[in-house]
């Protein structure tokens, strides 16, 4: 169970803690931070610390701190220490255009490639700014292909739904050298009471997915606007169908959806 308020005033205490009273006893959860538990009804049996003052020979707060736990979001601080070690934090992540053939008159006698070398962050935004160069550099019609190389990363056998069988979730989409947009959907509902429907918009909307709408209406009370919805990732070919369902109460108002889209749904 999550409970963000409870975490934010640990912290606080935990900070006020360290910077007002550096003498607390290092093997001893501070009063401040017990009470906060208490008042929480949180428990402090899965509870660890370990605060150290750079330069300092002991731990100002020592907690059962060499107990294992999962590390949850707190690994994010190693892989990008390891990031800033391997890459330097003046790192730019580069996308790259190729062709085959000279461009005339704004015209491409030839193919197109586009080549990722990893950027994680090639949102919709900033590959827009990618194609309005393209643009400005005189392509303008292609007469040929358009590749886009992944190649950059080695290929492996995975399964986006390994972690928790909720392969369309954002957060595990598969890596790739050509991540455009997190490799996601952002599906936006919309319900207009007056036509008594659900509106649904995609965004992005790849040339190769078609967004079926089965999606009824409803007046009641908003508990949940995903609730009573249902959605379902089919693979025709080089077609992809996205299926929605179920119930929207008009209570709710406007929400987003951040979709993973996988295998050969997103192909910008």
Request: with cysteine; glycine share 6%.
């Given at each position: 169970?999550?409970?963000?308020?409870?975490?934010?005033?640990?912290?606080?205490?935990?900070?006020?803690?360290?910077?007002?009273?550096?003498?607390?006893?290092?093997?001893?959860?501070?009063e401040?931070?017990?009470?906060?538990?208490?008042?929480?009804?949180?428990?402090?049996?899965?509870l660890?610390?370990?605060?150290?003052?750079?330069?300092?020979?002991?731990?100002?707060?020592?907690?059962?701190?060499?107990?294992?736990?999962?590390?949850?979001?707190?690994?994010?601080?190693?892989?990008?220490?390891?990031?800033?070690?391997?890459?330097?934090?003046?790192?730019?992540?580069?996308?790259?255009?190729?062709?085959?053939?000279?461009?005339?008159?704004?015209?491409?006698?030839g193919?197109?490639?586009?080549?990722?070398?990893?950027?994680?962050?090639?949102?919709?935004?900033?590959?827009?700014?990618?194609?309005?160069?393209?643009?400005?550099?005189?392509?303008?019609?292609?007469?040929?292909?358009?590749?886009?190389?992944?190649?950059?990363?080695?290929?492996?056998?995975?399964?986006?739904?390994e972690?928790?069988?909720?392969p369309?979730?954002?957060?595990?989409?598969?890596?790739?050298?050509?991540?455009?947009?997190?490799?996601?959907?952002?599906?936006?509902?919309?319900?207009?009471?007056?036509?008594?429907?659900?509106?649904?918009?995609?965004?992005?909307?790849?040339?190769n997915v078609?967004?079926?709408?089965?999606?009824?209406?409803?007046?009641?009370?908003?508990?949940?606007?995903?609730?009573?919805?249902?959605?379902?990732?089919?693979?025709?070919?080089?077609?992809?169908?996205?299926?929605?369902?179920?119930?929207?109460?008009?209570?709710?108002?406007?929400?987003?959806?951040?979709?993973?889209?996988?295998?050969?749904?997103?192909?910008?």
């Open positions: 169970m999550r409970r963000p308020r409870a975490w934010i005033s640990l912290a606080l205490a935990l900070l006020g803690l360290c910077w007002l009273t550096p003498s607390v006893a290092a093997d001893k959860l501070p401040p931070i017990a009470a906060v538990l208490k008042h929480q009804g949180m428990s402090a049996r899965g660890s610390l370990y605060v150290h003052e750079i330069g300092q020979p002991e731990p100002l707060l020592a907690i059962v701190a060499d107990t294992p736990r999962h590390p949850a979001s707190t690994i994010k601080v190693l892989t990008t220490l390891v990031a800033l070690e391997k890459l330097s934090p003046a790192w730019h992540w580069k996308t790259e255009a190729y062709v085959t053939a000279p461009v005339r008159d704004g015209r491409l006698d193919d197109l490639y586009i080549k990722g070398y990893g950027d994680p962050y090639l949102v919709i935004e900033h590959f827009w700014r990618f194609l309005r160069t393209l643009r400005a550099e005189g392509v303008e019609t292609i007469k040929g292909d358009l590749v886009l190389d992944q190649s950059y990363f080695a290929r492996e056998a995975e399964d986006a739904g972690f928790d069988d909720q369309l979730r954002a957060y595990n989409v598969l890596p790739s050298a050509l991540l455009v947009n997190f490799q996601a959907v952002n599906f936006r509902f919309m319900p207009q009471p007056q036509a008594n429907r659900v509106q649904i918009a995609a965004d992005p909307l790849p040339a078609e967004v079926e709408n089965q999606v009824t209406l409803t007046r009641g009370l908003c508990r949940g606007w995903a609730r009573n919805l249902g959605m379902k990732v089919s693979h025709n070919k080089d077609q992809t169908r996205v299926v929605f369902n179920g119930t929207y109460d008009a209570d709710c108002g406007d929400n987003e959806l951040f979709a993973s889209c996988p295998n050969r749904c997103l192909i910008y």
